[in-house]
């Protein structure tokens, strides 16, 4: 298994962030401090302690503050990779993008940079892709999906054993956390530099049985406005 540990893995941070303005105005999202500590650290630290240390990180608005903040001394002895995109190429066009700079065999893991998720279970990354790996029709992707928030209650897809569906107007709707492994074959009908969302794809992917996917049993926060910033950093239980 610990040739499985070098899966690439991203950490999307080019969003603008317009719903927790002002505080993005002069601070990328994911720069913003959840106990103590920068949003987007939370996931690198945790990848990093997992052996997962083939990370690219995309920026756009306000990118020179991520690279500013990715040269601090305590980066340098990790393999870290910028990819900037000049405008925000949503999630499927700068995963594309970022797709170049990866040493990618099939899978890569991502997850968004703005997501407060302190026990993600990075350390089954490595088993999870094994055992996409083994199947005789490779998914496509393999989604984390988390209990829908009050901001979010409709939901965006179903799980049914294992398998990722589209969502319905039932009760059974669930959040997908942005978090997923991905073939790279979902992402070939996107031309490099392109914008692109991830939505249309998993959902092609999903009409035909391609996505798996598990409920996240943890702590998970969409850290998307000031007051959820300020809940996270003024509750001692997170």
């Known amino acids: 298994m610990g040739q499985l540990q070098t899966i690439p893995c991203m950490v999307l941070a080019a969003g603008r ?20 500590r920068a949003l987007i650290d939370w996931h690198i ?36 990779q ?5 405008n925000a190429l949503e999630t499927a066009g700068g995963l594309r993008q970022a797709m170049a700079l990866m040493k990618i065999d099939d899978y890569f893991f991502a997850i968004n940079g703005d997501v407060y998720c302190p026990n993600f279970p990075f350390e ?14 490779l998914p496509l992707a393999y989604l984390f999906l988390t209990k829908n928030p009050s901001h979010h209650p409709e939901g965006d897809f179903q799980l049914n054993d294992n398998l990722v569906h589209d969502k319905t107007d039932s ?50 926060v969409d850290v998307g406005t000031p007051e959820r910033l300020a809940e996270l950093n003024s509750n001692d239980n997170t």
């Open 17 to 36: 962030g317009e719903r927790m303005r002002p505080l993005t105005d002069h601070t990328p999202k994911p720069l913003l401090q959840v106990k103590g």
């Open 45 to 80: 630290d945790a990848l990093v302690a997992n052996h997962l240390t083939d990370i690219v990180v995309n920026h756009a608005w306000l990118g020179e503050k991520i690279i500013e903040h990715f040269h601090q001394d305590k980066f340098k002895a990790l393999n870290i």
């Open 82 to 86: 910028l990819s900037a995109e000049n």
């Open 124 to 137: 089954r990354i490595a088993e999870i892709t094994h055992q996409l790996r083994q199947k005789e029709r």
């Open 171 to 220: 009760s059974d709707n669930l959040t997908f956390s942005g978090a997923g492994l991905y073939h790279q074959d979902l992402f070939k009908s996107i031309k490099m530099g392109a914008v692109a969302k991830l939505a249309p794809l998993l959902r092609a992917a999903m009409s035909e049985n391609l996505v798996l996917g598990e409920m996240l049993d943890v702590l998970w």
